[in-house]
């Protein structure tokens, strides 16, 4: 089995509740659980099976999400999955 490193971190699966662009053009992500996470504004985001995100502005509540966090929990990463999942 392949070691990993005690930076890796799985993850989050959340279902969005809120997606809020900040004036700094950052956004604040809230989750279904009440979890709230800072996404910077140059963080990439991909639709599961498509190209890159454009804009964060398709992310809306009820979506689906794998977010990727740093040490410092700030958004590293942002996957859109499908709807039927």
């Known amino acids: 089995m392949r070691q990993l490193s005690d930076s890796y971190r799985a ?3 959340i279902l969005t509740d809120a997606f809020e662009r900040q004036e700094d053009e950052s956004w604040r992500l809230v989750s279904s659980s ?6 910077p504004k140059d963080c990439p985001g991909i639709s599961y099976g498509m190209n890159e995100l454009s804009s964060f502005l398709i992310i809306s509540e009820s979506n689906k999400l794998l977010v990727w966090l740093d040490k410092a929990d700030t958004v590293q990463r942002i996957v859109k999955l499908p709807a039927r999942w």
Request: aromatic share 22%.
């Open 34 to 39: 009440g979890t709230v996470y800072q996404v």
């Open 11 to 13: 993850p989050d699966y």
